[in-house]
């Protein structure tokens, strides 16, 4: 047999021995992935990133048990949306797209994707529908709103929202999925948009543990990892306080690139000694060298992490947990919303610094 092999983006064939001795080391790889069913397909643990295994018979695309394909749809084609829906088209997949505005579903339909005019029509046509969008607001509003999503489910069909909201949101709209007698998933993610790209995303999903293991094989095109937390909730949650730590970083970070530069430091070895030592991070490294040549191109918009802040500071209060780091971060990025950096990447929080340096 001859399966297609997906490495970073690149679809490559191999040969069944080679399948073999990858599957003997590479948990990610069942044994005889394109001859099963779809609600077959066992659920398996978070593995690091290794290679991603599709049947090149079928186009890699996982089929239901009676051989047809999967109808997966994808609402939200923003800066994650996008790259996740072209991740699973390239993989094979039969999918339906749709966007409040429309000519970003343009891409997508070049390369073969289906569109429908509402969040509706795309449930009433799939299986299964993904959404990915801006915040709780619209969410709700793609989810449960005149002509959203939860008209057009029904029994047998799944949804997954992948947007990052907080618990409550996602509780409402697992309400009004279950009212339809569909299965509902939480499923936000973390990283941004290269590993979106990439397929390298990091699933933190709660819900029906039975959609979780029938959307399994999606999550792994789009994705490197995936953990189920439990309960609706437990995935927003997960989400949350992971980007709470983020924006924090992010803010004390820009503070330390400041300081470094006024007393003196070159900035480009700061960031090379951080690199090295215990605070090493990925987003240091990555994020640093644009920031001191004061460029913010955008991969995270500076909106959704005050965002992500402001909802961690709400979940925090309703335990009553003190997040005094925190709340002095999100400070800083309603700062730099008021100096029109809304869109900017929110390592652009550092202007905040500089903004408040100068009044
Ligand atoms: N960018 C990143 O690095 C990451 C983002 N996230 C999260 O993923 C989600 C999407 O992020 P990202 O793709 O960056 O965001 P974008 O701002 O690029 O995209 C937002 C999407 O939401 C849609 N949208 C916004 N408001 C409405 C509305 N009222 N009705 C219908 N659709 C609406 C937009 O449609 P339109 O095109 O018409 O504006 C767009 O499709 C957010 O929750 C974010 O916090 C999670 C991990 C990483
Ligand atoms: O929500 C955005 C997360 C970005 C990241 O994990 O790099």
């Known amino acids: 047999m001859t399966l297609l092999f997906k490495t970073n983006n690149s679809h490559q064939l191999l040969s069944s021995t080679a399948m073999v001795m990858c599957s003997s080391f590479c948990p990610k790889l069942p044994s005889h992935f394109g001859a099963r069913p779809f609600s077959s397909f066992p ?49 094979g997949c039969d999918v339906t797209v749709w966007n409040r505005t429309k000519s970003k579903c343009d891409p997508l339909i070049s390369l073969g994707a289906q569109y429908k005019p509402s969040p509706e029509e795309v449930a009433a046509a799939c299986d299964v529908t993904f959404a990915m969008l801006a915040d709780p607001e619209s969410a709700l509003e793609v989810a449960c709103g005149k002509h959203g999503a939860a008209s057009g489910l029904g029994p047998g069909k799944g949804y997954v929202d992948v947007s990052t909201v907080d618990g409550d949101t996602s509780k409402l709209i697992n309400g009004h999925v279950k009212a339809t007698e569909a299965s509902f998933l939480e499923a936000p993610v973390s990283g941004s948009k290269k590993p979106a790209e990439d397929g390298q995303l990091i ?41 709470m730590i ?42 640093g060298p644009s920031m001191i040549k004061s460029a913010y191109p955008t991969a995270f918009p500076l ?42 990447d929110f390592s652009a929080v550092i202007e905040a610094l500089k903004a408040k340096l100068q009044s």
């Open 203 to 243: 699933f933190l999903t709660a819900g029906d543990k039975s959609l979780y293991e029938t959307v399994a094989p999606y999550l792994d095109i789009m994705g490197k990892s995936r953990f189920y937390l439990g309960d609706v909730g437990n995935g927003a949650a997960m989400k949350l306080v992971v980007n």
């Open 246 to 287: 983020m924006g924090s970083m992010m803010a004390t970070f820009s503070e330390g690139l400041l300081l470094g530069e006024k007393v003196g430091l070159d900035p480009n070895v700061l960031v090379e000694v951080v690199s090295q030592g215990a605070i090493s991070a990925p987003m240091y490294s990555l994020k």
């Open 43 to 91: 659920s398996r643990q978070p593995f690091p990133l290794c290679f991603k295994a599709f049947s090149a018979q079928a186009s890699s695309a996982p089929l239901k048990g009676d051989g047809s394909s999967i109808r997966v749809g994808f609402l939200g084609m923003g800066i994650m949306g996008s790259p996740m829906a072209q991740n699973l088209i390239k993989a």
């Open 303 to 344: 909106k959704h992490q005050q965002k992500d802040l402001r909802l961690a500071l709400a979940l925090a209060e309703s335990v009553s947990q003190p997040t005094p780091i925190a709340a002095a971060a999100n400070e800083l990025y309603k700062v730099a919303k008021s100096h029109g950096l809304s869109d900017s």
